[in-house]
């Protein structure tokens, strides 16, 4: 099977080469409370703790470090709510090159502004009216731009698997992973990495209940589009799978769960009071799924792909003082 996907394990391996020395190899956090509330071995692969705050940058860099000089210098483009848009705005910088980055304009304050420090120009757009594929290809080919897309391009794929390659290399066998979904790239390269590297693994996918279109799609064995979901989770807030991401996740994801905003709001809280870590809504939602019994019966040792930890002081604040519990 792997000789015929898109993506291959030995291209996550070549990204992981690519990225070391540049990317963290973030920490694997573990909780006794957790694994208790759980019944299970439960493994944190901490992605909050990378540059950027987010997996993003591994995908990104992964991408970026392989243009030609040329296209270097006549920069890149991107478009993002927030973990992408940094990501690649420093990957651009570390490899001196420019980056515009298309952004909506209710992206979280904190997400622009460090996108901005990272040197990079933002043009926003109505996330409810505008089409940001159309917006961020028609601006890469007015300027000449080589466009990076969040999750649509095999090098990102590839990169984002490098967090799963990591863990189950730290932490050894692994009998299910559980990951967040928006555009499925984060699960898309996991998968490829966990089913190459543990053929017997299963793969769990974890989105928001307002955003279940790859939920939906696999259950119809095709894309389906929804309506732009509300979310708290604003990184998963997707309308439709990618089709390079959905071509590897209807072979690889072996079941998709969602969680509610609650949900998430509790296992932010728990991961602070419990862990002492800040992650943002879409990095907390597998944790969620796991603390509310969504994930259903799970095997003994689980693998969780935390994938962020972008969320400014005071919106963190609002949204644990608003969990149940």
Known sequence: MANTLPVTLDDVHDAAARIKGVAHRTPVLRSRTLDALVGAEVFLKCENFQRVGAFKFRGAYNAVSRLSPAQLARGVAAYSSGNHAQATALAAR???STAVIVMPGDAPRSKMAATAGYGAEIVTY??????????GEALAAERGLTLIPPY??????????????????????????LTPIGGGGLIAGSATAAKGLLPGIRVIGVEPEDGDDTKRSLSAGERVS?????????????????????????RLVDEVVLAS???????MRFAFERMKIVVEPSGAI????????RAGDLPRRIGVIVSGGNVD????????????G
């Open 286 to 293: 597998p944790l969620a799924a796991l603390l509310s019994k």
């Open 152 to 177: 649509e391009h095999p090098h990102v794929i590839a990169g984002q698997g490098t967090a799963a390659l990591e863990l189950i290399e730290e932490v050894g066998d692994l009998d299910a992973l």
């Open 226 to 250: 929804i309506p732009v979901p509300r979310t708290i989770a604003d990184g998963l807030a997707s309308e439709i799978p990618g089709e390079l991401t959905f071509s590897l996740n209807r």
């Open 126 to 135: 109505d996330r409810y009216t505008g089409d940001r594929v159309a917006i």
């Open 261 to 267: 905003d609650d949900d998430i709001r509790a296992a």
């Open 94 to 96: 570390e490899l001196g």
């Open 313 to 324: 002081t005071r919106r963190f604040a609002e949204l644990c003082a608003d969990a149940p």
